[in-house]
């Protein structure tokens, strides 16, 4: 069964470095995602993606962040000047459509350390 | 704003018993809810979701949801619980005013006592 990727599966840097968290959506999707969740809190929505550009963005991801599809197979989160409170699992999901019929599908999550 | 509470952060049972599992969202539109599950050490996994039709949706592994509109409620139940379901379970809503994204509870941890 297909599935989404997600490397490195833990990531630690320190305070002030660049990152940049990869992701392999399902081969035949059009629609990609990041989510974070900082520890004890709740899933949150960053970016979603679609024909190469940035289709919807929540406060979250501002400037220090951007999304890219570099080639045919990977979807990246670049996170520039890391920060303590950057310090969450970020998961990649993909799928096929968009809207309420769609599923999405997640990888296994990036645990990212900012030390 | 939207929002989904789920009003338990750990519901330990015992293997065999049943168990249900809360979810409550704010919303004076048409939803669509899902409940994923989290397995230790790995990603979000689709357990079930209601878009429309029968209130009552099937999902894996024998779980099923309840769509309750007067109660603005999607509660998770099994009937009888194995060891293998120990995971996180997360409730998610999403509608048109929020193009779709999806919004999530703060998850729920079943605990599986033998």
């Known amino acids: 069964e297909p599935e989404v990727t997600q490397t490195p599966s833990h990531q630690v840097t320190q305070m002030g470095q660049e990152v940049i968290l990869r992701c392999v959506p399902i081969s035949n999707h059009l629609y990609f995602y990041w989510y974070r969740q900082i520890l004890g809190q709740k899933v949150e929505f960053l970016v979603s993606f679609y024909n190469n550009e940035i289709s919807e963005k929540s406060e979250i991801f501002d400037d220090q962040f951007s999304v890219e599809r570099p080639d045919g197979s990977n979807f990246t989160l670049k996170i520039r000047s890391t920060k303590l409170e950057d310090s969450a699992m970020y998961f990649c999901?993909?799928?096929?459509?968009?809207?309420?019929?769609?599923?999405?599908?997640f990888g296994p999550g990036t645990r990212l350390t900012v030390l | 704003a939207q929002s989904v509470t789920q009003l338990d952060s750990q519901v330990p049972v015992f293997e065999e018993a049943p168990v249900e599992l809360r979810c409550n969202y704010s919303s004076s539109v048409s939803v669509y809810l899902f409940w994923y599950v989290q397995y230790p050490n790995q990603g979000l996994q689709l357990l079930l979701k209601y878009l429309s039709g029968s209130t009552l949706v099937k999902g894996i592994n024998g779980f099923e949801a309840e769509f309750n509109k007067s109660q603005t409620s999607f509660h998770l139940r099994k009937p009888s619980v194995h060891i293998s379901d120990t995971a996180e379970y997360f409730c998610?809503?999403?509608?048109?005013?929020?193009?779709?994204?999806?919004?999530w509870g703060a998850g729920t941890k079943l605990i599986i006592k033998p």
């Open positions: 998610a809503v999403s509608h048109l005013d929020s193009n779709y994204q999806l919004i």
């Open positions: 999901a993909s799928s096929d459509s968009r809207g309420a019929l769609d599923t999405q599908y």
